[in-house]
């Protein structure tokens, strides 16, 4: 049984705000992969901290302008990444 997509996002962003908010940030994200993401997990820059949560679909946001995706979730949690995530790609953007 699929338990879904994990979306990996990397941000400069203060986790503590995002946690507030309970939302990510604006991503560039196929719409085509919507309907599989269940976790959302947001790294800041230096893979430290990870903000992790589950999805909230019927709250994302999609932007008219340039189709950006702002993910939203619940039952989050902010974690020490203890070694700190090393974020291999050029974009901010992965899944797993």
């Known amino acids: 049984m699929n338990q879904g997509t994990t979306i990996r996002v ?4 203060n986790l503590l705000e995002l ?6 940030g604006w991503w560039i994200v196929a719409e085509y ?8 997990e947001v790294y ?5 901290l990870v903000l992790k ?6 709250q994302f946001e ?3 302008l340039d189709g950006r995706l702002n993910l939203a979730f619940k039952n989050a949690k902010i974690e020490l990444v203890n070694p700190p995530l ?4 050029q974009n901010s953007v992965n899944y797993v």
């Open 10 to 13: 990397r941000t400069r962003d």
């Open 19 to 24: 946690l507030k908010t309970g939302r990510s």
């Open 33 to 40: 992969r919507e309907p599989t993401l269940r976790f959302v």
């Open 44 to 48: 800041s820059w230096d893979g430290d």
């Open 53 to 58: 949560g589950e999805c909230e679909p019927s």
């Open 62 to 64: 999609r932007r008219d």
């Open 86 to 89: 090393i974020w291999k790609a």
